[in-house]
């Protein structure tokens, strides 16, 4: 008697064992060795499994073998495994791993003709989950995510930044600590026998500019990352703009070579976001998701309206937007626990929770890039720009218009002017306009915000009407820094939602709403800020004692000046009105012509017609 059998075999692990099962990390797949005795060689074939797909039988599910039986299939998972399907617990670190058992069944023949059938069972994971965070965070916050996630079968596990004290205490060190946890849980799961290339990462603060570094650098080995969920991380560095956080700064003083690299426009930053205009600067077989948080409440302020600051107390939203990734923004959240703020803090919000386990589970695709562009368009007498805001070189501009770098300065000298231009795909949507002997520095910015530095001088800040646009979040500082980037603090600043509002540097700051009403904040010498509303049509004087005065705004001002009028929008003739106007014409002109040859030829006019 001759033994009838078909076998199926899973691929080898390095280790000798075998794979039971493969995880839906997007790369990975499983090889399934087939070997048939006793078999008539065209009659094997394979269902086609109820998860993910096979790779290698041809159209009518039939196994092509060789002459001695053998055959390799490949099995492909699903891009996400939906919790349902997550029925089997293999013994994880902490907590199980749940896998889908997949059957995979074979027909085939005997050389007598009988039915037979061999069943082999995948089992499919998903990625392990890594989730790091930084010193502003809260790990009993990221610990109730982990409960969270583990009720939705995601296997999490944490990986904290800047704990373990390194030689230089870079973020190129601390993303080199996340490449050897990222490589211990792949090692991890495959002791478990799933075969596995990649996992998901959910990284905090400065825990995102580390888990971008690893995901990123070096580009011939970045660390195997499918899914990166930033949260509240800053993107383009941190600068006095944002009124560093007591906690922060203390923890700048301890990290000499972190704080370098987290100032704005650092070098290290500038390596990371190279190529943010053409998307570059992301890792392509990397999905990206931006979790951004807005505070209620201003530092020392009070309550002043929902999303009424542009930034969750640490983060910036447009230090914290990234070209080309999606932003999921939420309202009413801090940064931290660690933020004496009365918002819900952001790793503790079950509506942030939920979001970053929907993006785990079913990923985020590429957006498009910002189509935003900022053009000096005009200018006169003495005009100069710095094309990074650090670097101090300043250039004479003697032509118009010029292209602008997303971070730049301007500055004008005696009876000189200059205005600057943002615009979209659709069109202009704000002006920047600065008067003689002025300054401005504009730094990080996102689509929705444009964030402007009063260096001296006055400048107007221009919402154009009925334009779909971003808004200007302005700042002045009381004076140059002494010590770290991160000492200084700016003294006042002002957000404009849709507005026109002129600022002016001197003796007192001088602050006018030409249209709609602005959020003006104001710092005192210890740091502590008060925020208040200035509606249309007001001025608000605030002197260096901290004293301040409101007034009617004047009649008129060195913005009315004939230079500042913006072109009048050209007229359009609508398609439908000029195709009707040219029917119309082309009738009357038929009709004319038709008159004068009965004229000519002594014709009587028809009734209804008048004689030519």
Same mark, same amino acid.
């Given at each position: 008697?001759?033994?009838?059998?078909?076998?199926?075999?899973?691929?080898?692990?390095?280790?000798?064992?075998?794979?039971?099962?493969?995880?839906?990390?997007?790369?990975?797949?499983?090889?399934?060795?087939?070997?048939?005795?006793?078999?008539?060689?065209?009659?094997?074939?394979?269902?086609?499994?109820?998860?993910?797909?096979?790779?290698?039988?041809?159209?009518?599910?039939?196994?092509?073998?060789?002459?001695?039986?053998?055959?390799?299939?490949?099995? /492909?998972?699903?891009?996400?495994?939906?919790?349902?399907?997550?029925?089997?617990?293999?013994?994880?670190?902490?907590?199980?791993?749940?896998?889908?058992?997949?059957?995979?069944?074979?027909?085939?023949?005997?050389?007598?003709?009988?039915?037979?059938?061999?069943?082999?069972?995948?089992? /499919?994971?998903?990625?392990?989950?890594?989730?790091?965070?930084?010193?502003?965070?809260?790990?009993?916050?990221?610990?109730?995510?982990?409960?969270?996630?583990?009720?939705? =079968?995601?296997?999490?596990?944490?990986?904290?930044?800047?704990?373990?004290?390194?030689?230089?205490?870079?973020?190129?060190?601390?993303?080199?600590?996340?490449?050897?946890?990222?490589?211990?849980?792949?090692?991890?799961?495959?002791?478990?026998?799933? =075969?596995?290339?990649?996992?998901?990462?959910?990284?905090?603060?400065?825990?995102?500019?580390?888990?971008?570094?690893?995901?990123?650098?070096?580009?011939?080995?970045?660390?195997?990352?499918?899914?990166?969920?930033?949260?509240?991380?800053?993107?383009?560095?941190?600068?006095?703009?944002?009124?560093?956080?007591?906690?922060?700064?203390?923890?700048?003083?301890?990290?000499?070579?972190?704080? =370098?690299?987290?100032?704005?426009? $650092?070098?290290?930053?500038?390596?990371?976001?190279?190529?943010?205009?053409?998307?570059?600067?992301?890792?392509?077989?990397?999905?990206?998701?931006?979790?951004?948080?807005?505070? !209620?409440?201003?530092?020392?302020?009070?309550?002043?309206?929902?999303?009424?600051?542009?930034?969750?107390?640490?983060?910036?939203?447009?230090?914290?937007?990234?070209?080309?990734?999606?932003?999921?923004?939420?309202?009413?959240?801090?940064? $931290?626990?660690?933020?004496?703020?009365?918002?819900?803090?952001?790793? $503790?919000?079950?509506?942030?929770?939920?979001?970053?386990?929907?993006?785990?589970?079913?990923?985020?695709?590429?957006?498009?890039?910002?189509?935003?562009?900022?053009?000096?368009? =005009?200018?006169?007498?003495?005009?100069?720009?710095?094309?990074?805001?650090?670097?101090?070189?300043?250039?004479?501009?003697?032509?118009?218009?010029?292209?602008?770098?997303?971070?730049?300065?301007?500055? !004008?000298?005696?009876?000189?002017?200059?205005?600057?231009?943002?615009?979209?795909?659709?069109?202009?949507?704000?002006?920047?306009?600065?008067?003689?002997?002025?300054?401005?520095?504009?730094?990080?910015?996102?689509?929705?915000?444009?964030?402007?530095?009063?260096?001296?001088?006055?400048?107007?800040?221009?919402?154009?009407?009925?334009?779909?646009?971003?808004?200007?979040?302005?700042?002045?500082?009381?004076?140059?820094?002494?010590?770290?980037?991160?000492?200084?603090?700016?003294?006042?600043?002002?957000?404009?939602?849709?507005?026109?509002?002129?600022?002016? !540097?001197?003796?007192?700051?001088?602050?006018?709403?030409?249209?709609?009403?602005?959020?003006?904040?104001?710092?005192?010498?210890?740091?502590?800020?008060?925020?208040?509303?200035?509606?249309?049509?007001?001025?608000?004087?605030?002197?260096?004692?901290?004293?301040?005065?409101?007034?009617?705004?004047?009649?008129?001002?060195?913005?009315?000046?004939?230079?500042?009028?913006?072109?009048?929008?050209?007229?359009?003739?609508?398609?439908?009105?000029?195709?009707?106007?040219?029917?119309?014409?082309?009738?009357?002109?038929?009709?004319?012509?038709?008159?004068?040859?009965?004229?000519?030829?002594?014709?009587?006019?028809?009734?209804?017609?008048?004689?030519?």
């Amino acid at each position: 008697l001759q033994r009838v059998e078909l076998v199926v075999a899973p691929e080898s692990r390095t280790d000798g064992g075998r794979y039971a099962g493969v995880a839906a990390d997007g790369v990975s797949a499983l090889a399934l060795s087939i070997s048939a005795r006793g078999v008539r060689l065209d009659s094997i074939s394979v269902q086609t499994p109820k998860l993910g797909s096979l790779r290698g039988p041809t159209a009518d599910r039939s196994v092509p073998v060789d002459a001695e039986g053998h055959a390799t299939l490949t099995y /492909v998972p699903p891009a996400d495994v939906g919790a349902e399907a997550l029925s089997r617990p293999l013994d994880g670190e902490t907590a199980p791993v749940w896998a889908a058992p997949v059957p995979i069944t074979f027909e085939y023949r005997d050389r007598d003709g009988n039915p037979g059938s061999a069943t082999a069972l995948v089992l /499919v994971s998903r990625p392990p989950v890594v989730v790091s965070y930084a010193f502003a965070a809260d790990q009993a916050a990221w610990t109730a995510f982990a409960e969270y996630a583990r009720n939705a =079968k995601l296997d999490v596990a944490f990986a904290p930044a800047f704990v373990a004290p390194t030689a230089t205490g870079s973020f190129e060190e601390q993303a080199e600590a996340l490449r050897r946890t990222i490589s211990d849980r792949v090692r991890s799961y495959s002791l478990l026998g799933i =075969k596995i290339s990649r996992v998901d990462v959910v990284a905090q603060g400065l825990a995102g500019l580390v888990a971008r570094y690893a995901a990123e650098e070096p580009l011939d080995a970045p660390a195997p990352v499918r899914r990166l969920v930033l949260v509240a991380t800053p993107n383009h560095g941190v600068s006095w703009l944002e009124r560093p956080h007591p906690s922060l700064t203390s923890w700048l003083d301890q990290h000499p070579v972190a704080a =370098k690299e987290l100032a704005e426009d $650092s070098e290290f930053l500038r390596h990371l976001n190279a190529g943010e205009a053409t998307g570059t600067h992301l890792n392509p077989d990397v999905q990206y998701a931006n979790v951004v948080g807005r505070r !209620t409440e201003l530092q020392a302020g009070g309550d002043i309206g929902l999303g009424a600051a542009e930034d969750d107390g640490l983060v910036s939203t447009a230090s914290a937007h990234l070209n080309g990734v999606a932003d999921f923004l939420f309202d009413g959240v801090r940064h $931290s626990e660690a933020l004496p703020l009365r918002d819900m803090a952001m790793a $503790s919000f079950t509506d942030v929770q939920a979001k970053i386990a929907d993006l785990l589970l079913h990923g985020v695709p590429r957006v498009d890039l910002d189509d935003t562009r900022l053009e000096l368009r =005009k200018g006169g007498g003495a005009v100069e720009i710095s094309p990074q805001v650090w670097a101090g070189d300043w250039t004479a501009v003697t032509q118009f218009p010029v292209s602008l770098r997303p971070t730049f300065g301007v500055r !004008t000298g005696k009876a000189g002017y200059a205005a600057v231009g943002v615009y979209t795909s659709q069109g202009q949507w704000g002006t920047l306009g600065l008067d003689e002997d002025s300054a401005v520095i504009v730094h990080a910015s996102s689509p929705n915000v444009l964030r402007i530095q009063l260096v001296a001088g006055r400048a107007r800040f221009r919402r154009l009407p009925g334009t779909a646009g971003g808004d200007f979040d302005v700042v002045l500082t009381a004076g140059p820094a002494s010590g770290p980037w991160y000492a200084a603090r700016p003294s006042i600043r002002v957000l404009g939602r849709d507005a026109d509002f002129v600022v002016s !540097t001197g003796e007192a700051v001088t602050v006018s709403a030409l249209d709609a009403r602005l959020l003006v904040e104001t710092s005192d010498a210890s740091g502590a800020s008060a925020a208040r509303w200035l509606n249309e049509d007001r001025v608000l004087r605030v002197r260096s004692s901290g004293s301040s005065e409101e007034e009617a705004l004047p009649g008129g001002g060195w913005w009315t000046k004939s230079v500042w009028r913006e072109p009048g929008q050209p007229f359009r003739f609508p398609l439908w009105m000029l195709a009707v106007t040219l029917v119309g014409l082309g009738a009357a002109a038929i009709y004319h012509r038709q008159a004068s040859r009965r004229a000519s030829a002594g014709e009587r006019p028809k009734p209804g017609e008048k004689a030519g």
